[in-house]
């Protein structure tokens, strides 16, 4: 089994800045082909934000492209997600997911190809 937790979350003024970590566990975390983060605004669907393969390359969707970055740590299986200059639009459950043995050009921010998931993190974006 595998778990996937989710810290760094909280609440921040536009324009500010959070740090969203992602820790794997488990035996089978020792090789993830793809990881990435996943929004949920209230009210809309669960949007694809950015991937990142095992060698580092990213993918990133309009959204946050610019203003996020998402990066790996192998060694410590962590996932991150450095957010900047946020909007109030970013406000959302953040998520995240992982795939063992595709990597993200197969799996493309489409959700349904992630076979692992954490429980979120909130991010609000509020005056």
């Known amino acids: 089994q595998v778990q996937l937790v989710e810290s760094g979350g909280g609440s921040v003024q536009p324009g500010g800045s959070l740090r969203l970590s992602c820790t794997a566990s488990?035996?089978?975390?020792?090789?993830?082909?793809?990881m990435g983060w996943f929004r949920q605004a209230p009210g809309k669907e669960r949007e694809g934000v950015a991937t990142?393969?095992?060698?580092?390359?990213?993918r990133y969707a309009g959204s946050g492209k610019g203003r996020f970055t998402i990066s790996r740590d192998n060694g410590k299986n962590t996932l991150y997600l450095e957010m900047n200059s946020l909007k109030p639009e970013d406000t959302a459950m953040y998520y995240c997911?992982?795939?063992?043995?595709?990597?993200?050009?197969?799996?493309?921010?489409?959700?349904?190809?992630?076979?692992?998931w954490g429980q979120g993190t909130q991010v609000t974006v509020s005056l």
């Open positions: 997911a992982a795939e063992r043995f595709r990597d993200c050009s197969y799996s493309q921010l489409r959700q349904t190809r992630f076979g692992y």
């Open positions: 488990g035996f089978t975390a020792t090789s993830f082909a793809c």
């Open positions: 990142a393969d095992e060698d580092g390359s990213t």
